[in-house]
């Protein structure tokens, strides 16, 4: 099926330290967008990446995208408690209207 | 904080009820969305509306009904549920359908048991 697969499926690191998690998908994108979780929150908007782009940064936020390797990478330097949360990457696919969600990572950050 | 609102935040119903749930937001997005989510999995996408029509609907039971009144306001009516679909219900819009690169903005989501 079209959908991201994530890995680690979990991650826990010490406040300070940086946080890495990957996103591997099948066929061709458009985009690839990264959204976070608080638990049992609606979901949030991180940053997109589009195909004709390698790297991306938002504040603490570094994405990478390899479309050779149909894998991107979220980064996040200096972690604090408060990025504690499930992160979903969601690549869009070439002709496919609908966006979905990869299978997640749960990070915790341990203070 | 989200400009999607949804309500009720939480809802507790019986197999034989009728409720249901709405979502709201003023941001002028022509595409509205609904996905259900379980513990610990991602969300997965229930229904698109695109310009108040149903756009896509991912082989759902029709025990959930969408509608989309107008390009404000979505709403998932829900009759003769099961345990099984107890979950959060996340509504969503974008500016238009999310394949081009549109992000999406997710409302905090109606937590649904079904008893």
């Known amino acids: 099926s079209q959908q991201g697969e994530e890995d680690p499926q979990a991650l826990s690191i010490q406040e300070g330290e940086n946080a890495t998690m990957n996103c591997s998908y099948k066929?061709?994108?458009?985009?690839l967008q990264w959204y976070r979780q608080n638990s049992g929150r609606g979901l949030v908007h991180l940053i997109l990446?589009?195909?004709?782009?390698r790297e991306k940064h938002s504040g603490r936020l570094r994405v990478t995208l390899d479309t050779s390797k149909k894998s991107s990478s979220l980064l996040i330097t200096a972690s604090r408690a408060a990025d504690t949360a499930s992160y979903f990457c969601?690549?869009?696919?070439?002709?496919?209207?609908?966006?979905?969600f990869g299978t997640g990572t749960r990070l915790t950050i341990i203070p | 904080d989200t400009e999607v609102t949804q309500t009720p935040k939480h809802l507790v119903m019986g197999m034989t009820n009728k409720k249901s749930l709405k979502c709201e937001q003023h941001m002028g997005h022509r595409a509205m969305y609904w996905y259900k989510q379980k513990a610990k999995k991602p969300p997965e996408l229930m229904f698109v509306y695109s310009y108040e029509k149903l756009s896509i609907n991912e082989s759902v039971p029709s025990r959930f009904s969408p509608e989309c009144p107008n390009s404000s306001l979505l709403n998932l009516h829900l009759h003769a549920l099961q345990p099984e679909d107890s979950a959060l219900y996340l509504c969503?819009?974008?500016?238009?359908?999310?394949?081009?690169?549109?992000?999406?903005?997710f409302g905090e989501g109606s937590w649904l048991t079904v008893v």
């Open positions: 066929t061709s994108i458009n985009n």
């Open positions: 969503a819009s974008s500016r238009v359908q999310a394949s081009s690169g549109n992000t999406i903005y």
């Open positions: 969601a690549p869009s696919f070439l002709g496919n209207e609908k966006l979905t």
């Open positions: 990446i589009r195909s004709n782009e």
